[in-house]
């Protein structure tokens, strides 16, 4: 799965169309979107990373998806579609966006055909992120399903780190169990037998892949 940010030349000109927008800053854990309010517009991430969730009746999170820099969210709400009541988007970092109104930028794809294609192609990767995270729900041990967690945020997030992969996104267990429909204790449980392994490591709380290879051959 790739991942979802444009490219450079791409965020370069999608940042042109944004910069009549309004800069904002949200710290760690601030609200960008409540759950049942509309969004006050359509953010540009110029940096730092926010988490889409909903909140099942006993209060637990349901981790539906990350974004990252140089991605436009709401998606779907800023194409005209409905924005799903109960959907929080919340800042996992500090972050730095630019807001513009969804009449602005559906204008600006009237006009303008690559800004069009290049917004399509973050909804169809959008799609692509669901239905993994379905596929992978699909493992019936614990295991495979951190295990493909953790691949999935390393095909999205990572970077090259020596002969590891770093996940640069600022993922807790309690985000992973959120994401793979377990409890925290349980992902713990399952992380801490991958880092006795010696598959993944953490350090200054962000996760290290250490052998993609070995985690890949667990799901085949």
């Given amino acids: 799965m790739g991942n ?16 009549g927008g309004s800069p ?7 609200i960008l979107v409540q759950g049942d309010e509309e ?35 709401p998606l779907p709400w800023a194409l005209d579609g409905p924005q799903k009541i109960g959907i929080f988007y919340e800042a996992m970092s500090n972050v730095s ?25 973050q909804l169809v990767n959008t799609f692509t992120v669901y239905a ?20 999935d945020l390393a095909s999205r997030f990572g970077r090259p780190y ?3 992969v770093l996940i640069e996104a600022p993922v807790t267990h309690q985000d992973i169990a959120d994401s793979i429909n377990v409890t925290r204790e349980t992902a713990s449980r399952e ?19 250490n052998n993609e290879g070995k985690l890949q051959a667990e799901l085949s």
Avoid at 24 to 30: A, T
Avoid at 53 to 65: K, P, T
């Fill in 4 to 19: 979802m940010s444009l490219n450079r030349n791409s965020s370069e000109s999608i940042a042109s169309h944004f910069g």
């Fill in 24 to 30: 904002g800053e949200f710290s760690k854990g601030e």
């Fill in 39 to 73: 969004p006050s517009g359509v953010y540009w991430i110029r940096s730092g990373y926010v988490k889409a969730y909903s909140i099942s009746q006993l209060g637990q999170q349901n981790l539906l998806l990350i974004h990252g820099a140089n991605e436009i969210m």
């Fill in 97 to 121: 966006v630019l807001n513009t109104s969804k009449d602005s930028l559906r204008s600006a794809m009237g006009r303008e055909p690559w800004l069009t294609e290049q917004i399509l192609r």
């Fill in 132 to 151: 993994q995270r379905i596929q992978n729900l699909g493992f019936r041990s614990p295991r495979e399903r951190v295990i493909a967690c953790l691949l």
């Fill in 162 to 164: 020596g002969q590891t």
């Fill in 191 to 209: 992380l801490e037998e991958l880092f006795r392994d010696e598959l993944v490591i953490q350090k200054d709380h962000l996760f290290i892949v």
